[in-house]
């Protein structure tokens, strides 16, 4: 009669180590592809709708005129930026979860029209104006996207973006 072939204790014992490692590798990527992924996927889409917002900004920097302190009602700040353009005066403000873009009609009019809306929940967007001797001749866009990780707000893209005023037209460099 054969005796069919089982494991020995010493097979036995030096398994053991070698699954707990790989069970350990296996609940790291398990956790990555649960909670991680998503995050990403959120982070990456705010990013290219910081980009998108970027490149808009850019556009109306550089074909304006002044960036004046106050219109419309108004103040520039750092959540506030206000272009003067030929056509009127845009303004980009920075709200809880979104930025939006207003043309007013006037130079001092109040009436406004909403033309772009950015949801931006986690983005982190300031504005600074840049100065050459005293006078506006640019703007510094200041963007971030701000993460949760393990209940600690975490900051991550952080970009400056400097924008000179009418450089469309070549004369807006210092």
């Known amino acids: 009669m054969t005796r069919a072939r ?32 998503p995050r990403r996927g959120k982070t990456a889409s705010t990013s290219s709708g910081i980009s998108h917002l970027v490149r808009t900004l850019r556009e109306d920097v550089e074909a304006g005129t002044a960036l004046p302190d106050a219109c419309g009602g108004q103040v520039a700040d750092e959540i506030t930026l206000l272009i003067r353009t030929g056509d009127g005066t845009v303004s980009y403000s920075v709200e809880p979860g979104c930025i939006r873009r207003c043309e007013l009609a006037g130079p001092e009019t109040e009436v406004e029209r909403t033309t772009e ?58």
């Open 117 to 174: 809306k950015w949801q931006l929940q986690s983005a982190l967007v300031t504005f600074e104006r840049y100065r050459v001797h005293g006078e506006p001749r640019g703007v510094v866009l200041h963007t971030a996207v701000e993460e949760i990780v393990e209940q600690r707000p975490m900051t991550k893209l952080a970009n400056a973006h400097l924008l000179f005023l009418g450089a469309s037209g070549g004369g807006g460099r210092p």
């Open 6 to 37: 089982g494991f020995t204790l010493i097979e036995i014992i030096a398994t053991l180590p070698l699954m707990t490692v790989a069970l350990f590798v296996l609940a790291v990527v398990s956790r990555s592809l649960i909670v991680d992924m």
